[in-house]
């Protein structure tokens, strides 16, 4: 991928491009993060970008951010533009938290093939899938580098090879469990479960342990509308999930997994608005707020403009 930076931001010191984030840094310990509309699915970008993606999930970030301060502080300082979120560079602890309240995906496919421990940590005899734990289990993994894949990785684990310290250990434990805990209230709210979700951890140069990138965003966690769920899970059926997962669901019906040889099938304008709209739906399904999308017309220079006049200010 173009690793090229969109932008001259002033003090530009570094830039990386990820799948559907781009992150400017400035100077040395500001990052500029701006949610760009590309969409991923299997680990490939897919060829055309879906309008308002960014700033639905941008902003559905902003909002939890915003939401959960009080329990842990973060990286942000602010949002300056619908697409772009400004904070606090940070050094990331080399694990991402994973916490799940149900036997799904991930989990429930270990369960399934007989296993009865995810990460070190004890499964119930007894589950279906979709089945809630008796109480959220945290099942971390490590942080791949670029291309790899993450890996499951027990608590113990990451304690004895010094990836990170025991004490910091139990601080990013504690504030995994506050989190959610506050995530499924808020869900809860809206009429949704929070399945399971994961969260990323810094570090400040004073010490500091703040909470980074986004959360509770349909592209970091699983939800489940509450309505019915016990009706299904008695039944055996599928939950009724609000993610992204229909865009896989679409790509495979179309004979794309990602796999060697396979090409990625043609989005059409139609299954581009589509897509466009849902991610609508999520955020206001998700936040409770009225979607307003911004104009994509002249995107670049708004955001360039929006992004420098925010930065004046910091060096005021």
């Known amino acids: 991928m173009n690793q090229e930076p969109t932008y ?27 949610a760009s509309n590309r ?14 993606k960014g700033q639905v999930l941008n902003q559905i970030a902003e909002h939890f951010l915003e939401a959960t301060k009080d329990i842990v502080p973060n990286w942000r300082l602010a949002t300056p533009d619908a697409q772009v979120t400004v904070g606090h560079r940070a050094e990331p602890f080399k694990v991402e938290m994973v916490i ?10 270990t369960y399934k093939s007989g296993l009865r421990t ?13 089945d809630a734990f008796p109480e959220p289990i945290i099942t971390p993994a490590t942080k791949a580098e670029h291309g790899a894949h993450d890996e499951d990785i027990a608590r113990e684990d990451i304690i004895t090879r010094g990836i990170v310290s025991e004490a910091d250990y139990v601080q990013l434990e504690a504030y995994t469990r506050a989190l959610f805990q506050r995530g499924q209230e808020m869900a809860a709210s809206q009429g949704l479960i929070l399945v399971d979700t994961k969260y990323e951890f810094g570090k400040l140069a004073d010490g500091t342990i703040v909470l980074i990138d986004e959360i509770h965003t349909p592209d970091s966690s699983r939800y489940f509308y509450a309505s019915g769920y016990e009706e299904r899970q008695a039944t055996g059926e599928a939950q009724r999930q609000l993610s992204k997962e229909f865009v896989r669901e679409w790509l495979m019906e179309n004979g794309f997994q990602g796999k060697e040889g396979q090409h990625v099938p043609e989005m059409t304008d139609d ?10 739906e999520l ?7 009225i979607f307003n999308k911004v104009n994509d017309e002249g995107a670049e220079e708004r955001i360039y403009a929006n992004v420098e006049q925010y930065l004046a200010t910091l060096s005021e």
């Open 8 to 34: 001259q931001f002033s003090g530009l010191t570094h830039f990386y491009r990820g799948k559907v984030r781009d992150v400017y840094t400035i100077g040395r310990d500001v990052l500029v993060m701006v």
């Open 39 to 52: 969409i991923s699915a299997f680990d490939v970008v897919l060829p055309r970008p879906i309008p308002g």
């Open 100 to 109: 799940r309240g149900y036997l799904a995906g991930h989990a429930a496919r």
């Open 118 to 130: 995810l990460c070190g940590v004890a499964l119930p005899e007894g589950m279906k899938e979709n």
């Open 271 to 280: 299954f581009v608005a589509l897509v466009s709209n849902r991610y609508q």
């Open 283 to 289: 955020y206001e399904k998700i936040t409770g707020k």
